[in-house]
């Protein structure tokens, strides 16, 4: 039995996904005319209270296409080091929109209002304007960690009295609710954009949405379109989402508790020094003294996959193509694994 846990972004359309897909009416949607893509804009904005949304391919051009209306030219964009938008996007920041950055570090990927005002640039020609804070939830690198409303509501009291503008990369926002129980109307009105992805833990093929007030998601718009994202019977792929929606969001819950007894499947294994906390459904493992690609190297040889994340460190994320019976697979391999090192060591 094959354990893939590299990333949520591998599951594969449920047969209900398929179905509704199959049957969603479709119009083209560059021309405002896709009947399904509009719903799934409306349902997604009016659930966390904004005004508009904006369906795109990916959560990266949802995220670049806020930080191209927010930020560019001469500007300055304040995030984590080990945000999504700065690490893994292909350097967009300064290749979209020609922004400066502002990195900052923080446990497990988080930020706090006293660092980011310590950072804010005065009006002064030296430095760039800063002009846009951006936070993750959950935070990929921090382990799938969770802001709470109390920590960003700081946050976003700044950038109010600061005239800055405040966005979510929440790709994996809703694991961050189904934990919180925070509301979604609280969170849409903490920031000004919020992108979500429907690619990840929700389970559809493609997809993110854009959230913000009608005039910056009209915007949005015109930037997408130059981006290459604007896409024409995309009601086939907003279809997936809208069920996903409906179908796939308290069950992240099964998601976080089979990350859960993963990470003490690993805690439990010799080669491995810690696992980070494990608050949603990524597990980040950092091992003892063995690299990376040598313990991916021997899962893979028993059908098991993660991903390495740094230079100690791998990754394994649940999702919705993870059942119990692969936790009780990888229970199986790590016991022999281990067996098998007892018997190298004791030879
Ligand atoms: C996956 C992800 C994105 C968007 O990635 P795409 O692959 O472009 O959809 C953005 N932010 C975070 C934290 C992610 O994990």
Redesign the pocket.
Known sequence: MRVDLRSD?LTQPTAGMKQAMWEAPLGDDVFGEDPTVRALEETLAERFGMEAGLFCP????T?QIAIRLHAGFQKEVICHQDS?IYLYEGGGIMANSHSSVRLLPGAFGKITAEQVEAVINPDDVHAPETSLVAV?NTM?KGGGAVYTLAEVEPIRALCADRGLVFHL?G??LFNALVVSGESEKAWGATFDTI?I?L??GLGCPVG?VLLGDGATIHRARRVRKVFGGGMRQAGMLAAAGLYALEHHVERLAEDHARAQAIGKLFQAYPGVEAVLPVATNIVIVRLAERKPEDFLGQLAAHGVYGVKFGAQQVRFVTHLDIRDAHVEQLARVLKQLAEEEQDVRES
Request: net charge neutral; aromatic share 0%.
């Open positions: 972004t990916s959560g990266t051009m995220n999504h993750e990929n990369d790709a994996r992108s992805c690619s990840k993110s």
